[in-house]
Nanobody, 126 residues
Framework: QVRLVETGGGSVQSGGSLRLSCAAS????????MGWFRQGPGKEREGVAE???????NYAASVKGRFTISQDNAKTTLYLQMNSLKPEDTAMYYC????????????????????WGQGTQVTVSS
């Protein structure tokens, strides 16, 4: 089992930036896919960005060009750099992980992830 702890959420004005971190511990292996998901008030959980065990990344269309997902070399910390934030980015952001070979299909599907963090709140005001 993998334990995931997110940090870095907060409140920011529209156009601002935040960097989320997710510390992974436990049975984390190199053959893991990791991703960021979010859930706004009254909305379903949606995929934001993910990185496969091969290092390939996927982004939701709504964040492409504004958000960047990355990992440290040991693959024990996942990051999400969020720039040009918009009020519609307001949500609870969750880190997730699952064993995989390469990339998950379909991409950005929360049902394919087995381990989840508790989430960190991001609030963007206009």
């Amino acid at each position: 089992q993998v334990r995931l702890v997110e940090t870095g959420g907060g409140s920011v004005q529209s156009g601002g930036s935040l960097r989320l971190s997710c510390a992974a511990s436990g049975d984390i292996y190199s053959a893991y896919c990791m991703g960021w998901f979010r859930q706004g008030p009254g909305k379903e959980r949606e995929g934001v960005a993910e990185i496969g065990s091969n290092g390939v990344t996927n982004y939701a269309a709504s964040v492409k060009g504004r958000f960047t997902i990355s990992q440290d070399n040991a693959k024990t910390t996942l990051y999400l750099q969020m720039n040009s934030l918009k009020p519609e980015d307001t949500a609870m952001y969750y880190c997730a992980a699952t064993r995989c070979g390469g990339m998950l299909r379909p991409p950005l599907n929360p049902l394919l992830y087995s381990d989840w963090g508790q989430g960190t709140q991001v609030t963007v005001s206009s």
